[in-house]
């Protein structure tokens, strides 16, 4: 651990470390997913049948595995009960417990009505363990009438639209923590939370469209084209209003001036030179932005949109990704003396190390893939082009 002028005992080492860099990042893929599958069954964006179901069934294996990296964290995890039973109404971490709690209830319900009607088929083909599971599932039920089908839709329709706002408190309220935060001048900012938001829809829409383009060639299945120009026009809208509100935060800083602007410029330039300028704004911003705009504006061939639609996507991943690292490992490089500066420096098998990032990130798609055995990603016959 390297430490620059006058830094503060208590600020030399990073407290908040890898894994709370992890947490944001994968409760952003849940919110970006989301905002996909209400595109489609709230406002009727037709475009995106193809992904849709694909769309909740992905959010809802990220969401089981969102707080993970938060138990990890914790010293006394199974402590982490406590804030539920005994609940403060001014304590934003709890409020984020019964906020989670509400999203993975209300996903989950989402996903069987959505896949009742081929439950209910898949119920019907199957044996043993499988056909009791898929009895519990459609709460043993086989009524596929009309009217009964008319009310699901309304019921998910009405469902995904309270989706909207939990899922936008869901995420937004970690970037309000880090907002919140008054002794980190690179951290108390208004825009914070918008920051955030922003940005987990970017990870989120991203990370949907890499895994339905590579999962699709995996099992030598057409790629729905005309549904990856809806995803990445709305990515595009997505990262620009991001980019433009991060960008909007440092040069607020810079023009305000105010007493901790020297010691803001000075981490930016410093410690975070090349993670925030040279990766995030240059390699994995503007050259996106570039990409984007490409992609959107021009009539290119199937193969050649695919490609740089995955290749686009896999670098606006990244993007967040240092987004989180430089503001929640960036913010603590920083002493609260505001002349010092400190270094942090990751260990592969911490407990909070390289190795458990690694196993944590795999732990989503192994759910995924559990899942996928149980409801069928693709919707049955659906018409795609490669």
Known sequence: MDALNFVFPNDLHVHWSMMIVLYPYLTGLVDGSFIVAALYYVFGVKSLKPISRFALVFALAFL?????????????????????????PTSAMSGAGFIFTVAIVLIGLIVLLVYRPTLVKLRLKTKGIMKILYRVLTMDSTNLSPESL???RKIIKFLVAIGIPVATVLHGYVGFLFG?????????????????????CVSGIS?????YIVI?????????????????NVLAGFFILAFSFEMLEVFSH???????????????????FYSFWVWQVVICSVLPLLL??????????DSVFKFFAAAVSFILLLQVLLMRWNVVIGGQLMSKS??????????WFDKEGILAIIVLMTLPFIVLYIMSKIFPLWLEGEEASS
């Open 64 to 88: 089981s595995c969102a707080m993970f990296p938060l138990l990890m964290h914790l010293g006394r995890p199974e402590r982490n009960f406590n804030m539920m039973l005994t609940p403060s």
């Open 216 to 232: 699709k060639k995996i099992t030598k299945q057409p790629v729905d084209v005309g549904c990856v120009r809806t995803c990445i």
């Open 338 to 347: 505001t002349r010092g500066y400190t270094e942090f420096h990751p260990e």
């Open 254 to 272: 810079s023009y305000l001036r105010t007493w901790y602007h020297h010691a803001v410029e000075g981490l930016l330039n410093g410690p975070l």
């Open 180 to 200: 919140g935060v008054k002794a980190n001048p690179s951290w108390s900012t208004p825009l914070m939370p918008v920051i955030f938001l922003f940005s987990a």
């Open 207 to 211: 990370a949907l469209v890499l895994a």
């Open 292 to 301: 984007l705009g490409w992609l959107c504006l021009f009539k290119l061939k």
């Open 150 to 152: 008319e009310l699901d």
